[in-house]
Nanobody
Framework: QVQLVESGGGLVQAGGSLRLSCANSGTIFDINTMGWYRQAPGKQREMVAAITSAGTTNYADSVKGRFTISRDNAKTTVYLQMNSLKPEDTGNYYC???????????WGQGTQVTVSS
């Protein structure tokens, strides 16, 4: 049974930092990408950062230079280091894993990040 569990969210002042973690408790074969999405109240869920199986990273323009995604070599945990946080970074952050053969998308339950001004 695959379960993605996020942690590390919380309340932080603008300019502060948080580190999110997402641990996979099961076994997922043929991982294509691991990533983080976020959803602010009244807005659609958006991609924040992603890392491919080859290690290539991709970031939303709004977080480039401030956020860093990484993962462990076993691809069981993905991290999101968030620096220089802004109030507009506030939202529920979800971990995402996309596997191929068969194609399947896994989601975590989300962790809340609140940045105060």
């Amino acid at each position: 049974q695959v379960q993605l569990v996020e942690s590390g969210g919380g309340l932080v002042q603008a300019g502060g930092s948080l580190r999110l973690s997402c641990a996979n408790s099961g076994t997922i074969f043929d991982i294509n990408t691991m990533g983080w999405y976020r959803q602010a109240p009244g807005k659609q869920r958006e991609m924040v950062a992603a890392i491919t199986s080859a290690g290539t990273t991709n970031y939303a323009d709004s977080v480039k230079g401030r956020f860093t995604i990484s993962r462990d070599n076993a691809k069981t945990t993905v991290y999101l280091q968030m620096n220089s946080l802004k109030p507009e970074d506030t939202g529920n952050y979800y971990c995402n894993i996309v596997a191929v053969r068969p194609w399947r998308v896994y989601w975590g339950q989300g962790t809340q990040v609140t940045v105060s001004s």
